[in-house]
């Protein structure tokens, strides 16, 4: 689904609530080569109207997304819950690398204690948790975008789906 | 270009945590997706589970090019690995091990029925990067598989017999693994089955006890000759049914009864089933199971596959040996008194009843027929596989007859019925017929 003529957000209210809780998340790009790029995704900040989404990146781990992104500003963003399996999956042609201020670092914080607690559940270790998403707070970029397509990926006969509203 | 030794990360293969694949389109738009199993194939291979025509499969069928990030579930540690498209597969060795585990994993995610294989994506994996970060200190490994495999390998070095190599598989699998629930079984060609010879951990052996190649986990690594491995458990995989669909519609009025129940346990939640090859001979399979998921490991797999290799070597030469030169004298055993012991065999099926129980049939129904009509008719108690190869009555093939193990088969039938009837092995290739009781056959057609 590509943005509406009229401008008004992909996202709904219950499909942003979902993009900032404890779900995984993962960052794609693409390099000149054609070749894309990922990272793992520590957080994210989405506006209330879902008009724009920053999601936290460690800055070592996302050198060369950083830098596909610097080229092209194509980025692809798959936010998935562990234990429901619902997915969802947005993309933008116009992102680019911003730094994160004192709320954006209490957000990344807070993803960190939301996904270990969604993954407690089905049985992961807090430790292991903490250490895939660990990054110092100074070393954090964000990635910034306009959603202008969104897919619903949950497994099943939907997937890849444009994403319907309340999906 | 970085080295890729895949081999080393396997644990980052086994399905705990899902890997995430990002492809692009010709317009270099990215697209991201998780990944419901990655295949280890070989150091520089994997295969990826091809369920769904969608961006991914149309991204790569277009660049052919993808990132992989995979994450290990020991350390954390994350890798990133650079994919190139070879091809996809739709049948073989590779595709019927990744349908089975998909199968495992479908049930465990209650995905079964979304979750299918239409074919497995094969990459070459041309770099391999760990990112920097943290990891969580590796656990200690209390298995050393290498060693614990060469003890097992002299212990089966040191058996003299079929039924002691057997038990000695199987005790070597539950002392140097820890795998509490084995089951080996025999490969019959001719009619297109295994049947169990020696088993350990439940309550009832299910020697005898036969499931049809192609079903279930063990029947498809039998057919496929390739170990196949599930971590969670699954329906689609189960072989309970199996046996008493190949006896459905039989004419046979005791259909029901000849229906020996494999060994298994109620809630298998890991299965691994590893085919016994001899060159390019199939053998038999061997199966373990347990109730954890993701029990058994690719390192567990490599190891059980070696063992089977030696059983594979082992079997072959113990089934060639025979008794040399001298003929037993045929012993004659004086006629035995008491209650008389009704045998009933049913010519269609060459199957042997014990007054209303079943007992045997097939090949070592046959067998045991033959045995007692000699000891019957004629006092004979001692014999020689030498001589039952030969014997027309038995009709065995030329070659790969199995004959040792269907006499193990059925000495451990007999064992577990207690009627008085036993085999008793007195040396190689000879055995002795010993009957408690008067016999009374009756032949059914």
């Known amino acids: 689904m590509t943005v509406p003529a009229n401008n008004s957000p992909l996202l709904d209210a219950g499909q942003i609530a979902f993009l900032r809780g404890g779900v995984s998340i993962s960052v794609g790009s693409c390099g000149s080569s054609g070749l894309p790029q990922l990272v793992r995704g520590i957080g994210c900040r989405v506006a209330d109207d879902g008009s724009q989404v920053t999601i936290f990146v460690p800055e070592a781990k996302s050198q060369q997304v950083q830098r596909d992104i610097f080229a092209n500003g194509a980025i692809a963003a798959v936010f998935t819950r562990p234990s429901t399996h619902r997915t969802l999956q947005i993309k933008s042609r116009d992102a680019r690398v911003t730094a994160l201020n004192a709320a954006d670092v209490a957000l990344v914080h807070a993803y960190r204690d939301a996904f270990v607690e969604e993954l407690g559940a089905i049985g992961f270790r807090e430790d292991m948790v903490r250490t895939l998403l660990a990054a110092p707070d100074g070393e954090l970029v964000g990635l910034s975008f306009r959603p202008t397509e969104a897919y619903t990926q949950t497994p099943g006969p939907n997937a890849g789906k444009p994403l319907e509203s309340g999906a | 270009m970085s080295v890729v030794r895949l081999d080393a990360i396997r644990e980052c293969f086994e399905g705990l945590i899902p890997a995430v694949i ?314 035995p008194r008491g209650a008389p012991l009704l045998v009933r065999r049913f010519a269609a099926s060459d199957s042997v009843f014990f007054g209303e129980d079943y007992l045997i049939k097939g090949v070592a129904g046959r067998v045991l027929w033959c045995l007692m009509q000699d000891f019957a008719q004629h006092g004979r108690s001692t014999f020689s596989n030498r001589e039952l190869r030969i014997d027309p009555r038995l009709r065995l093939p030329d070659v790969n007859d199995n004959l040792e193990a269907r006499l193990v088969l059925l000495a451990r039938r007999l064992a577990e019925r207690g009627a008085g009837v036993a085999i008793e092995k007195t040396g190689r290739g000879q055995f002795r017929l010993n009957v408690e009781r008067p016999l009374q056959l009756v032949e059914v057609s």
């Open chain 2, 22 to 335: 990002a492809t692009a389109d010709a317009s270099g738009m990215p697209n991201v997706s998780y990944l419901t199993q990655v295949q280890y194939v070989d150091p520089q291979h994997i295969a990826l589970s091809w369920q769904f025509f969608n961006k991914t499969r149309s991204n790569i069928l277009g660049s052919r090019k993808a990132r992989l990030m995979v994450i290990s579930p020991l350390t954390a540690a994350q890798y990133q690995l650079t994919l190139e498209f070879l091809r996809t597969e739709t049948s073989g060795s590779l595709f019927e091990s990744m349908k089975a585990k998909l199968a495992g994993i479908a049930s465990h995610v209650g995905m079964s029925g979304v979750f299918q294989l239409l074919g497995s994506d094969v990459y070459r994996v041309t770099e391999m990067h760990c990112l920097q970060g943290a990891q969580v200190p590796p656990p200690l490994s209390t298995l050393n598989r290498l060693a614990e495999l060469r003890g097992c390998s002299e212990r089966l070095r040191e058996c003299r017999d079929l039924a002691g190599l057997f038990d000695e598989t199987l005790r070597c699998l539950n002392e140097k693994f820890g795998i509490a629930n084995a089951v080996i079984l025999m490969h019959d060609a001719p009619s297109a089955s295994l049947y169990t010879v020696a088993s350990q951990g439940y309550p009832e052996s299910g020697v005898g006890s036969e499931i049809a190649l192609g079903e279930g986990v063990i029947g498809v690594a039998a057919r496929e000759r390739t170990p196949i491995r599930i971590s969670h458990m699954t329906s689609e995989y189960g072989y309970g049914r199996a046996v008493r669909e190949a006896w459905r519609g039989s004419p046979m009025a005791d259909a029901l009864a000849l229906e020996i129940p494999l060994p298994g346990l109620p809630e298998s939640r890991s299965q691994m089933a590893v085919p016994i090859l001899g060159c390019d001979r199939l053998m038999g399979v061997l199966y373990v199971e347990s109730p954890q998921d993701l029990r058994f490991t690719y390192d567990d797999e490599d190891a059980l596959v070696t063992l089977a290799a030696q059983l594979a070597m082992a079997m072959h030469i113990m089934q060639g040996q025979e008794a040399e030169a001298v003929q037993p004298v045929p012993a004659v055993q004086q006629a």
